[in-house]
């Protein structure tokens, strides 16, 4: 569950990118995050996932406010997400299994059940068959694909995509979010942030919309 | 447990896989720390040569070759009532050209005399330890009648500790310093290996890892390349020591002494390795932590 309340974030300067935002995404919704760009969308992920911090208000994730996270804590609190991003962030020094790996690296997981893991997610995605493959040998879908089974290989309970289907093509972009679908069918909360009134119009699930900073109704 | 070996090789690999950068940073590391290593060894050895040495302070006590015998037993009474002198013994001009002519390579020049030089002595010792007290009584017994002269026979070995002292000093504040050379130039190392794995740390912070997962593999890192340069002053002292000996049992033969400088004993490897790989390892945790400080993300 994610909970903001009366939410401002405001930068030094002056600019407000975020005024006065409040909304609830219940556990294992699915929704749409949508807006021009300077409206605030980036903003709202950065303080969801502890990036910074807002200016007023309160953020509350899966029953934790993150005001009161002390730094040690922030770790933990992003194991609760899967990240997908627009540039994916993959790492191009180690192959596809070993970047689906790093998340379970990180929790300490039992080696050889993590590499079932790993696989299982590189399958879901359809790439089991590039394991092996360094990322830079990826078509720009695939590198895509292969971000989605890294953020979902720790089964997290809230899927947080930006702009994942950006740079790609329409067709492409609907199997993405079918994927998505089909987890938030097994129950995880799924957040997407896109510009794409299309997709959107054609899965029809809850839209925040933003404008200006403001959560437009 | 499984995380630091796969860290471990992990490291290793990434040393071998930068073969020249590796080597010039292990022998820089290696040649620092070889310095105040070897200066050490150089002291221990020395220390060992002047703690064989007679330190009891002597005082010799050379009479005029013309003093008689009503001086000698003068001085003898003078010895006996004195206060400050614990024990003396007779040197007989005779013993004192047999006793030089038994010893090492001056045989030949005592049999070349064509009459004895030498003095009658005495060899006193003093019942305190203190310099002061020493001289004053060397300077006191040089004045009296019939003496030639009084020497102060461990002034040399005094002399020789209190400059082993010193050296003793001067080589742990050099390696006080390059310690903390050592540091800065390893955090400095660390910092461009964090610059080139920047990407790893944020995708490895957004996805929850925690710092101290971090900054596990640039202690590896740090630690690594400490020891080697540890082994490498190692291998500089032991070579060094090979090749001076060479030339150390040769002058000592020539005073008849079997001496030959001795190499770092284990536990003072044991200390070299421990201390090179916890520079290592510190300089790195330095590094990391002055970059995680000031690290922030941005996802954009």
Redesign the interface.
């Known amino acids: 569950m994610i909970s903001l309340s009366q939410v401002s974030k405001r930068y030094p300067g002056g600019y407000e990118a975020l005024k006065d935002i409040s909304f609830t995404i219940e556990k294992g919704e699915m929704v749409f995050v949508t807006g021009h760009s300077g409206a605030g969308k980036s903003t709202l992920l950065n303080l969801i996932v502890a990036i910074e911090p807002p200016s007023s208000g309160s953020i509350i994730i899966n029953g934790q406010n993150l005001s009161q996270l002390r730094p040690a804590a922030v770790p933990f609190l992003r194991r609760n997400f899967g990240l997908i991003f627009q540039d994916h962030k993959l790492l191009f020094d180690r192959s596809a299994f070993d970047n689906v790996m790093l998340p379970l690296e990180i929790t300490g997981f039992d080696r050889a059940e993590a590499a079932k893991r790993v696989r299982a997610a590189l399958d879901k995605v359809g790439l089991l068959e590039r394991e092996k493959a360094m990322p830079i040998a990826l078509s720009g879908g695939e590198q895509q694909r292969l971000c989605i089974a890294r953020a979902i290989v720790h089964r997290p309970s809230i899927l947080l995509a930006d702009e994942p289907t950006g740079n790609l093509d329409s067709a492409y972009a609907g199997e993405i979010l079918e994927m998505f679908k089909s987890f938030n069918q097994v129950g995880v909360t799924v957040v997407i942030v896109t510009h794409d009134e299309q997709l959107i119009e054609r899965f029809g699930n809850r839209t925040l919309h933003f404008q200006h900073g403001r959560l437009a109704s | 447990m499984?995380?630091h070996w796969r860290t471990l090789m992990s490291t290793l690999r990434r040393l071998a896989g930068t073969p020249i950068a590796t080597l010039i940073t292990v022998s820089v590391i290696g040649i620092a720390l070889s310095l105040p290593a070897g200066l050490y060894l150089l002291l221990s050895n020395l220390a060992q040569v002047s703690s064989s040495l007679e330190i009891q302070p002597q005082i010799s006590l050379f009479l005029k070759l013309d003093a008689g015998r009503d001086a000698q037993r003068q001085i003898e009474q003078k010895l006996k009532s004195h206060g400050a002198i614990r024990t003396f013994r007779f040197v007989s001009r005779e013993q004192a050209l047999k006793e030089l002519s038994a010893s090492n390579g001056l045989g030949d020049l005592a049999a070349g005399l064509p009459n004895n030089p030498l003095p009658d002595a005495y060899i006193l010792t003093a019942k305190g330890n203190d310099a002061a007290l020493l001289d004053k009584l060397r300077l006191e017994v040089s004045q009296w009648p019939g003496v030639e002269s009084a020497e102060l026979d461990s002034a040399w070995a005094r002399r020789l500790n209190a400059l082993l002292e010193l050296g003793q000093q001067l080589t742990l504040m050099l390696a006080v310093l390059l310690a903390f050379g050592l540091i800065a130039g390893m955090g400095n190392i660390i910092r461009l290996q964090i610059l080139t794995r920047q990407?790893?740390i944020?995708?490895?912070?957004?996805?929850?890892?925690?710092?101290r997962?971090i900054r596990l593999p640039f202690l590896y890192h740090g630690a690594l390349q400490g020891l080697l340069g540890g082994l490498a002053a190692w291998g500089i002292i032991a070579t060094s020591t090979q090749l001076l000996n060479i030339s150390v049992t040769r002058l000592a033969s020539l005073y008849g002494s079997t001496f030959r400088l001795g190499g770092l004993a284990m536990n003072d490897v044991a200390m070299l390795l421990g201390i090179s790989a916890f520079l290592g390892w510190l300089g790195a945790y330095l590094a990391v932590s002055h970059f995680l400080r000031h690290f922030?993300?941005?996802?954009?």
Not at chain 2, 296 to 300: G, I, K, N, R, V
């Open positions: 499984s995380r990407e790893e944020e995708v490895s912070k957004l996805v929850g890892a925690t710092n997962f922030h993300l941005s996802h954009h």
